[in-house]
């Protein structure tokens, strides 16, 4: 792969990753937990092509989210934050795996749809409005975290761009917050992925926590060559 590739495939891939969700999130005005089996019935019935979209759409997603998230990676741990480039793929990988949930589930529901009882498919629907939350909003929460604290840390990405990204961290792992976070990440998603293809660009520089004592010992080595010199003349 050459070095135009690696540049781009990572943004294209956020990109991509924010429209499939986004439009699965527009076509998925599925039944709401709760709903009779009747009425879940009838709407997989009428609605199996748009299904079976949505379907397609949150698998790619996902896809491409661990694709954006590795790249992401990557960049941070060239700047210096290995750790915390860890967690962001670990939190992504967590992510996608919610939406891959969410995707099976839909399926679940979607295929042969007319041989489920009214029952069965009550309690599928029931399972499917919340099967996924668990991973998708505690893998946002690390993903963001993990990248908003490695911004500002390494200076990787501006520092406006770092604080917010932790502030969806945040709220994300608030509970009472993680949908707006969620709703929140699609832009943001969006803002990184342009940073990163910029940024990718230009040269490497690893950027480290100052360290006192190196200050010190190069401040006083000097001196003492100024020092040894005087008494050998």
Same mark, same amino acid.
């Given at each position: @792969?050459?070095?135009?590739?690696?540049?781009? +495939?990572?943004?294209?891939?956020?990109?991509?990753? =924010?429209?499939?969700? +986004?439009?699965? =999130?527009?076509?998925?005005? !599925?039944?709401?937990?709760?709903?009779?089996?009747?009425?879940?019935?009838?709407?997989?019935?009428t609605h199996h092509g748009r299904a079976n979209a949505d379907i397609l759409l949150l698998a790619y997603g996902? =896809? @491409?989210?661990v694709v954006f998230y590795a790249g992401m990676a990557g960049y941070l741990r060239r700047r210096g934050s290995d750790l915390l480039a860890t967690l962001t793929v670990a939190g992504g990988v967590l992510m996608a795996a919610g939406f891959a949930v969410g995707a099976g589930a839909y399926a679940a529901l979607n295929d042969h749809t007319t041989k489920?009882?009214?029952?069965?498919?009550?309690?599928?629907?029931?399972?499917?409005?919340?099967?996924?939350?668990?991973?998708?909003?505690?893998?946002?929460?690390? +993903? !963001?975290l993990s990248m908003g604290i490695? @911004?500002?840390?390494?200076?990787? @990405?501006?520092?406006?761009l770092?604080?917010?990204t932790v502030i969806v961290g945040v709220g994300a792992i608030s509970g009472i917050g993680s949908w707006f976070a969620f709703m929140a990440s699609a832009?943001? !998603?969006?803002?990184?992925?342009?940073?990163l293809y910029?940024?990718?660009?230009?040269?490497?520089?690893?950027?480290?926590?100052? =360290?006192?004592?190196?200050? +010190?010992v190069e401040t006083e080595a000097p001196a003492k060559t100024t020092r040894r010199s005087r008494t050998t003349a």
């Amino acid at each position: @792969m050459t070095d135009r590739w690696k540049r781009l +495939v990572p943004p294209v891939a956020g990109i991509g990753f =924010v429209a499939a969700i +986004v439009v699965a =999130v527009v076509l998925g005005n !599925t039944p709401d937990a709760g709903s009779s089996g009747a009425k879940v019935i009838r709407y997989y019935t009428t609605h199996h092509g748009r299904a079976n979209a949505d379907i397609l759409l949150l698998a790619y997603g996902a =896809v @491409m989210a661990v694709v954006f998230y590795a790249g992401m990676a990557g960049y941070l741990r060239r700047r210096g934050s290995d750790l915390l480039a860890t967690l962001t793929v670990a939190g992504g990988v967590l992510m996608a795996a919610g939406f891959a949930v969410g995707a099976g589930a839909y399926a679940a529901l979607n295929d042969h749809t007319t041989k489920l009882s009214a029952d069965a498919a009550q309690a599928l629907n029931n399972v499917n409005e919340d099967i996924f939350f668990v991973a998708l909003f505690g893998g946002l929460a690390l +993903v !963001t975290l993990s990248m908003g604290i490695a @911004m500002l840390r390494t200076q990787a @990405m501006p520092k406006a761009l770092g604080i917010i990204t932790v502030i969806v961290g945040v709220g994300a792992i608030s509970g009472i917050g993680s949908w707006f976070a969620f709703m929140a990440s699609a832009p943001l !998603t969006l803002a990184i992925a342009w940073f990163l293809y910029e940024r990718t660009g230009e040269p490497e520089s690893i950027t480290l926590p100052d =360290v006192p004592e190196q200050r +010190v010992v190069e401040t006083e080595a000097p001196a003492k060559t100024t020092r040894r010199s005087r008494t050998t003349a």
